[in-house]
């Protein structure tokens, strides 16, 4: 078996591929921005069934979220709305999809963090005479998000990798670069495996910054 690889003519396009990792970088930003706030909101909407109306909407949207693939749902973003007379660009459209995806995960993380917080907690603040409002950001959220942050890194871990998809709505992000030089150079194999190692690498640092997080978080806890 002959492998004959040639890395020259994908590394001759550095440019391309800087250029589509800074936009991977920002489409991911963007879009955990948007996720983090959809979570947080949903997952606190979610925590009360008697307010049946936000119940039944925060719940609805997490389901159908969950129960569609990602990719259909950038699909009728980019070419779903323009048949009703609405056109967005493409960049929006991956920063609101991937940012309702994730939103629908994290509000899950969220709220899972909240209710295992004990209840004594809520019980004692409520008895401080803080109301059910000034507990959850104060006392109960607090604590929750400190539970949050290994769940939370893996859903940026996640949305990094699943961002790839968004070449696909014509965004020029770093897999659509790789697209471009394989239909340029016709040498697939280097360009996929050197954009598999960028996505590592962005993985890799995340990995790294999220681990610091989590041990500064620990310290202030013992202390």
């Known amino acids: 078996m002959n492998l004959d690889l040639n890395f020259a003519p994908v590394f001759a396009n550095g440019d391309a591929l800087l250029r589509g990792t800074l936009v991977t970088i920002e489409i991911?930003?963007?879009?955990?921005?948007?996720?983090?706030?959809?979570?947080?909101?949903?997952?606190?909407?979610?925590?009360?069934?008697?307010?049946?109306?936000?119940?039944?909407?925060?719940?609805?949207?997490?389901?159908?979220?969950?129960?569609?693939?990602?990719l259909v749902q950038l699909f009728i973003w980019y070419y779903g709305l323009p048949r009703f007379g609405v056109m967005l660009p493409s960049f929006f459209c991956g920063v609101i999809g991937l940012g309702l995806y994730s939103g629908a995960?994290?509000?899950?993380?969220?709220?899972?963090?909240i209710i295992s917080i004990e209840r004594g907690q809520n019980e004692a603040a409520r008895s401080l005479g803080m109301s059910s409002r000034q507990a959850m950001y104060t006392i109960i959220l607090p604590q929750a998000i400190a539970r949050m942050i290994p769940s939370l890194g893996n859903e940026f871990i996640a949305l990094i990798k699943n961002s790839a998809l968004v070449s696909l709505i014509t965004i020029q992000d770093v897999m659509q670069a790789g697209t471009t030089i394989i239909s340029n150079s016709y040498r697939d194999v280097e360009t996929y495996l050197v954009v598999a190692g960028i996505y590592f690498i962005l993985t890799g640092i995340s990995v790294l910054i999220l681990r610091y997080v989590e041990q500064r978080h620990h310290r202030r806890g013992v202390q």
């Open 28 to 70: 991911t930003l963007c879009a955990l921005l948007v996720g983090c706030s959809l979570g947080l909101l949903i997952g606190i909407a979610r925590l009360n069934p008697r307010r049946r109306v936000i119940y039944a909407v925060s719940s609805a949207y997490v389901a159908l979220i969950r129960g569609t693939p990602l």
């Open 105 to 113: 995960y994290i509000s899950e993380i969220v709220r899972g963090a």
